[in-house]
């Protein structure tokens, strides 16, 4: 599977956090107006559209594929393929749908990913290596992030703390969790719910401030 | 591409964002909400904050100050990597397990006991088999090279505690600010520590530096060891 390198550069590049920061990106409505301008390559948009579908992808993928550098390399495939139909189709017969085609095309990646067994397809001879050093402002992004992330969880209520750190920390059984707690699954969703809007409540004021 | 069946109203009334973080979807589940936040603003966001909430809680975030475990081990096998997908192993995600999968460039797989500082968690007697690098001081030879590429790293030191009891740990970067801290009993002579540390806190590409001291005496370093990251 081979990803341009324009592509692998343009994509936020980021290991260890397998999301890359939710600070706020501008908000574009995804229509014949933003379809165009990548189509046309504006590098606003590029940026926009690889930074937003690329925190997308990286969920999506890291649920199916064994490893962060698989997530990387389905995830370039699926940038080039679809910036590689919207340019060939000269854009989207439905703008509006484009979040709808990026995840096709990032399942059609991930079935063809399936069907080979994993066996990434070996690079052309003339593959341009994407550099995968991190700039120095991505880095320092990286490093609010992870403070910013470390804070709003440290202000969290001691119950919420302790919730979070036994089921995705300590991957305790969840069943065991609720008898400990005697509440239910659906309940245990709830919470979950709660903190992750106190989370994230902290974590966007931290933003603001 | 399909139009996605699930609505806004369905995603939020089913607490679709906390399932599919709790990974409770059946597989049909799943597509059909990935299909409906690839579409749906407002659900991409909120399933991105929960996923940045439950890194920061697997990176140890959730568990206090002191980020990274840290025990004496005895090593007792050898692990191969195995690098072939299939469709179900792809499911038992390298991010999710609490069996960490490590894919450090290891060559010891120990087994751990370690303890939280909760005695609450019956986790606390969890045994979990892990894949260490072992790190020499760093006077002696190259710096070694662990990769980034798994959830966490683990680290193996070969530490002279002499007569200390209790040790700190520091791990800095180049540019001396201080990565992750804590303390440690100190292994029985002739063990070494095994520190993991969750890859969120470390960088591809780049050098760091663990100090490990005298607790009891913070002025006596005992070793630092060096080693660098790679993707």
Redesign the interface.
């Known amino acids: 599977m081979k990803a341009t390198a324009d592509f692998a550069s343009c994509a936020t590049r980021q290991?260890?956090?397998?999301?890359p920061g939710?600070s706020r990106l501008p908000?574009y409505e995804f229509d014949g107006a933003y379809v165009e301008r990548l189509v046309s390559e504006d590098p606003e948009i590029e940026r926009h559209f690889t930074r937003?579908?690329g925190?997308?992808l990286s969920?999506?993928l890291?649920?199916?594929?064994?490893?962060?550098?698989?997530v990387e390399d389905a995830k370039q495939e699926t940038f080039v393929r679809v910036l590689t139909t919207l340019k060939k189709k000269r854009g989207l017969a439905t703008p509006e749908?484009l979040?709808?085609?990026?995840?096709?095309v990032a399942?059609n990646v991930v079935f063809e990913?399936?069907r080979s067994?994993?066996r990434v397809t070996a690079l052309a001879e003339d593959h341009d290596e994407a550099d995968?050093?991190?700039g120095a402002e991505t880095?320092l992004m990286?490093?609010e992030e992870?403070s910013r992330?470390?804070d709003?969880?440290?202000d969290?209520p001691q119950k919420e703390?302790?919730l979070?750190?036994?089921?995705?920390?300590?991957?305790?059984d969840?069943d065991?969790i609720c008898r400990e707690l005697n509440i239910d699954?659906?309940y245990?969703?709830?919470l979950?719910?709660r903190?992750?809007n106190r989370?994230?409540d902290r974590?966007v004021s931290d933003e603001t401030h | 591409m399909r139009p996605t069946d699930m609505t806004h109203t369905e995603a939020v009334n089913s607490l679709a964002s906390e399932r599919y973080l709790l990974d409770e979807m059946t597989d049909p589940e799943r597509e059909d909400f990935e299909a409906h936040y690839f579409e749906c603003d407002e659900c991409a966001d909120d399933v991105k904050m929960g996923a940045l909430m439950q890194d920061g809680a697997r990176a140890g975030f959730a568990a206090g100050p002191q980020v990274a475990r840290i025990a004496a081990f005895t090593p007792v096998q050898k692990r191969k990597e195995e690098a072939i997908v299939t469709a179900r192993a792809l499911r038992q995600v390298w991010y999710r397990s609490a069996a960490l999968p490590w894919a450090v460039a290891a060559t010891l797989a120990v087994v751990v006991g370690y303890q939280t500082t909760n005695p609450r968690t019956p986790a606390t007697s969890t045994a979990e088999a892990l894949n260490a690098v072992l790190l020499r001081p760093a006077s002696r030879g190259t710096a070694p090279v662990v990769s980034v590429s798994s959830s966490h790293v683990a680290l193996a030191l070969d530490v002279d505690a002499g007569r200390a009891t209790e040790l700190t740990y520091e791990l800095r970067d180049t540019t001396a600010a201080v990565i992750t801290s804590g303390r440690a009993p100190a292994p029985a002579a002739g063990s070494p520590l095994l520190l993991v540390i969750p890859t969120f806190t470390l960088k591809p590409q780049q050098q760091y530096i663990l100090s490990v001291r005298d607790a009891a005496q913070p002025d006596r370093a005992l070793s630092d060891y060096a080693f660098a990251t790679t993707p």
């Open positions: 290991r260890g956090l397998p999301l939710l908000r937003y579908f925190d997308l969920l999506k890291r649920s199916k594929l064994r490893s962060p550098a698989l749908s979040g709808a085609f990026v995840n096709s399942n990913l399936y067994g994993s995968s050093r991190e880095t990286a490093a992870r992330v470390r709003a969880l440290a969290l703390k302790d979070l750190r036994w089921v995705f920390f300590e991957g305790r969840k065991e699954r659906n245990l969703r709830v979950l719910h903190a992750k989370f994230r974590y």
